[in-house]
């Protein structure tokens, strides 16, 4: 049973730098050929995508917030790390890590979400 776990803080300040990480646990993050993702959901908004590291260490960020995004990994602990810098209040949402393979549409394992707020 692959289970996916963020955590981090739940308050940010403003210009800060959001730290949240994903433990990924049943499954290899190197494992072919998965990707893991980052994805969130602003208060009374959809889901949006931030962007994944892949099963071979590439990385892909949403293009309206690849300039603030960084995603890394920890192949050892298993897990991997979404780095949001300069936080506005319009990053406040639910942070979620998810699983997708190769050629699906859709994502199969989800963490539970991670509310973060960033306000001062």
């Known amino acids: 049973q692959v289970q996916l776990q963020e955590s981090g803080p739940g308050l940010v300040k403003p210009s800060q730098t959001l730290t949240l990480t994903c433990t990924v646990s049943?499954?290899?993050?190197?494992?072919?050929?998965?990707?893991w993702s980052w994805i969130r959901q602003p208060p009374g908004k959809g889901l949006e995508w931030i962007g994944y590291?892949?099963?071979?260490?590439?990385?892909y960020y949403n293009p309206s917030l690849m300039s603030h995004t960084s995603i890394s990994r920890d192949t050892f602990k298993n897990q991997f790390t979404l780095q949001l810098s300069s936080v506005t209040p319009e990053d406040t949402a639910v942070y979620y890590c998810?699983?997708?393979?190769?050629?699906?549409?859709?994502?199969?394992?989800w963490g539970q979400g991670t509310q973060v707020t960033v306000s001062s």
């Open positions: 590291t892949a099963y071979n260490g590439n990385t």
């Open positions: 049943g499954e290899s993050i190197t494992a072919d050929y998965y990707y």
């Open positions: 998810a699983r997708k393979i190769t050629g699906a549409f859709h994502f199969d394992y």
